[in-house]
């Protein structure tokens, strides 16, 4: 008792040190609550920019496929066969899932041209595993067979390009060959993730698919989840 009165006593005789002590220790616990909270309001919407563009939920690959993946390589590739399509298919939960084969190439105007990341896609399934709806500033999605292509707003801009004009892809095929693939620009997106539109150029799956020699192969598979928990 004796020491809780003393220390009482002290808090009144020094009102004034008392009040704008408590201030500041309010202050910096505000200060901290408020700078954790958007740190990690940032750190999840970064989570969310890569998950809604680029990862998925989940992605489906070989393991030696895998520990190049950031090489793009073109070995080690998974057969999308019936089997693999109908497992899918019958995954609990239904999620919507994308074959990707991603390559890399050198995107030719005819006056200059600039080193790009392809991903041969599925039109209707690209738009349901990936938030790009939305995002089209110009033009439309393609469709399976048309030798056309969607590409970042920011990458037309970097290289004078509109839709309905024409681009070159150079590429090399699996057995180290070069190759090019004609495409005319259907549309131009725009969203928050950089990656999307600075680098990425989109196009029907069966054309990468014969102009890198792979067969019915794809990088991976791309799925998202309508149900995280699962």
Known sequence: MFLTRLALKNLTRHRNRTLLTSFLIAFAVFFYTLMDSLIAGMVEMSYETIIDYETGHLQLA???????????????????????LSVLGNLEGKPAFLPE??????????????????????????????????????????????????????LADLLKLQTGE?????????????????????????????????????????LVQQALDVGNQVSKVVLRLADRSL
């Open 101 to 154: 084969l991603s390559f890399s190439a050198r995107l030719n105007t005819g006056f200059s041209d600039l080193p790009v990341i392809g991903k041969g896609v599925d039109s209707a399934q690209l738009l349901k595993v990936f938030k790009l709806e939305g995002q089209f500033v110009e033009g439309e999605i393609f469709t399976p067979g048309e030798y056309r292509a969607v590409i970042g707003k920011r």
């Open 62 to 84: 070989t393991g030696a496929y895998w520990d190049k993946e950031e090489e793009l390589p073109l070995e080690n590739l998974l057969e999308l066969d019936e089997r693999l």
């Open 166 to 206: 024409y681009i070159t892809l150079l590429v090399k095929d699996k057995n180290n060959t070069f190759n090019t693939i004609d495409l005319e620009i259907a549309g131009l997106v725009h969203t928050v993730n950089p990656n999307v539109n600075n680098y990425h150029v989109y196009l029907p799956l069966d």
